[in-house]
């Protein structure tokens, strides 16, 4: 459920308190790459037009860029937007996982005799004298 649409397989799992968690950071990486994308888009914009050799310094969006440095800031926009797709499309697989595991521990059977046993044993090797040791006997 939560392939098709995000946060649902979590509120079919009864935990409705991580839907707003997978928003927000769906929003933020989305956000965040729509930041970088304007920005890359702008100084591609500039290196086509002029080549970034008509002026000394460029103002994009508030930030001062030298014209020697535009390929710097071309690379640095596109490496995060780039990065940015990579976490949208990571919290949207571990949404997909988080709620797989949470299904599949939901019908989970845990008894109520989970327990360990620590007892002392005598071991009789076939070759050998006796030795003594533990025994531990996990029962589930």
């Given amino acids: 459920m939560s392939a098709v649409v995000p946060g649902l397989g979590q509120v079919y ?9 997978i928003y927000a950071g769906e929003m933020t990486a989305i ?3 729509n930041f970088y994308h304007i920005r890359y888009k702008e100084i591609i914009r500039i290196l086509k037009d ?8 460029y103002v994009i969006y508030g930030k001062t860029i030298r ?6 800031a ?11 797709g990579l976490f949208i499309a990571g919290i949207y697989v ?18 109520d005799d989970l ?17 003594f040791g533990l025994n531990l006997c996990l029962k589930f």
């Fill in 67 to 72: 014209s020697g440095n535009l390929e710097r």
């Fill in 94 to 111: 571990l949404n997909i996982i988080d709620a797989l595991v949470d299904a599949y521990f939901f019908e989970y059977d845990i008894s």
């Fill in 13 to 21: 799992n009864e935990k409705i308190w991580k839907v707003p968690i």
């Fill in 74 to 84: 071309r690379d640095f926009y596109r490496r995060w937007r780039d990065y940015s």
């Fill in 31 to 33: 956000y965040s790459y």
């Fill in 115 to 131: 327990s360990l046993h620590i007892k002392p044993a005598y071991f009789t090797p076939d070759y050998r004298k006796g030795g």
């Fill in 50 to 57: 002029d080549g970034g050799t008509g002026q000394e310094t």
